[in-house]
């Protein structure tokens, strides 16, 4: 079954703490990519990755990084968590031709994160 | 660079009609329309590419205008199945922007029977 997966899928921490959340896809998609959803903000891109060993920032990158060693892993690291971090991150990935349009993205089920 | 979207809440009865707007101050190379039920992720429901081209699926259908800079989405006959939370994302081309992907706030639609 073609699907991204997330985990952990809920995840409770102190602030400082480092962490990792990790996402995998099983479509040989080029393009993946972090969100973060926050009640009336909608989604918001973190970081996003055209390929492995390319990846670039999204529109709010502070405080995360990401990498992209294989093709179907993108984790996120969050390495010095703060309270504002506290929200629900989606893992999406989509087909990616250079200078082609995006494609569907694939959503994980999402993890909510708490920092205390 | 976050597209806006309009209306914020919408309340329908069952077989009611309903649009969605997306603007962009920018110019927009393509538009997704995703929707997404409460505690799931999102689900794409289609993409409409510069060229004003209009798409459907099934009661859904979407317009996009590249010289204003807008796409709706329209819900006709809705179904009790239609409530969620439809997001468009948006995709430009412009220097700061190329390969990043924007999402609007959201529209919650409210089908009740």
């Known amino acids: 079954e073609a699907q991204v997966t997330q985990n952990p899928r809920y995840l409770i921490t102190v602030t400082g703490k480092k962490l990792t959340v990790t996402c995998s896809q099983n479509?040989?998609?080029?393009?993946m990519s972090w969100y973060r959803q926050d009640p009336g903000l909608g989604l918001r891109q973190i970081y996003y990755s055209m390929n492995v060993e390319v990846t670039d920032k999204g529109d709010v990158p502070e405080g995360y990084k990401v990498s992209r060693k294989e093709k179907r892993n993108f984790p996120l690291i969050l390495e010095s968590p703060s309270p504002n971090q506290t929200s629900l991150y989606f893992c999406a990935s989509s087909l990616w031709v250079a200078g082609g349009p995006q494609e569907t993205q694939y959503f994980g089920p999402g993890t909510r994160l708490l920092v205390l | 660079q976050q597209p806006v979207q309009s209306p914020q809440a919408v309340i329908l009865r069952e077989g009611e009609d309903a649009v969605i707007n997306c603007s962009s101050s920018?110019?927009?190379?393509?538009v997704h329309w995703y929707r997404q039920k409460h505690g799931e992720a999102p689900v794409f429901l289609m993409i409409l590419l510069k060229g004003g081209e209009q798409k459907g699926h099934e009661k859904i259908s979407a317009s996009f205008n590249e010289k204003k800079q807008q796409s709706s989405l329209y819900l006709t006959a809705s179904q009790l199945s239609y409530s969620g939370t439809y997001f468009c994302g948006t995709e430009m081309r412009d220097k700061g922007s190329f390969n990043k992907f924007y999402f609007g706030s959201g529209t919650k639609l409210n089908v009740k029977p």
């Open positions: 920018k110019a927009l190379y393509s």
């Open positions: 479509m040989n998609h080029e393009y």
